[in-house]
């Protein structure tokens, strides 16, 4: 059996099926850092550290969605005093790893998912909080900000 390695680092690769590699990964991730931002640094910061987390192509690239506008479909299927919860296909859908191209690309086929709008938060530091315990039990693939509810 040939030891595989990684055609940028030469690092060899811990799953091989999946050519990726911990340190290219997240710095291809790093490296789009400054290509976008939620207008709060904050927020922007909590995603970076959540994309630089990531340990292998299967991981979920949390993301900023900056287009609100991207999700279709939305229709209302809970509602309790804190939050509602929608559900919405988004129309480019999340990253994910390809080993062909070896790169992030969209999935559009993980495109339907659940939007939660949470009422009331008093600040940005209780919502990120809020996140990242819904992250260890739930796939959260990024946040938005709906700009009508502004």
Known sequence: MSVVECENCSKKYIKVFYKWCKQCGT???RKNFTNWTSGNEKIDNFIQE???EI???RNIVFEWIPYYNKFLDIK???KDDFSTVYLAKWEDGPLEWNNNSRKYIRNLKESELKLKYSHNLQNVVEFLNKVKIYS???K??????????L
């Open 140 to 149: 959260i693939f990024g946040i938005s900000q709906n700009p009508d509810i």
């Open 50 to 52: 959540k994309q630089l």
């Open 55 to 57: 340990n292998n192509s």
């Open 136 to 138: 260890t039990n739930f």
């Open 27 to 29: 710095n291809k991730l």
């Open 76 to 78: 209302e299927v809970d």
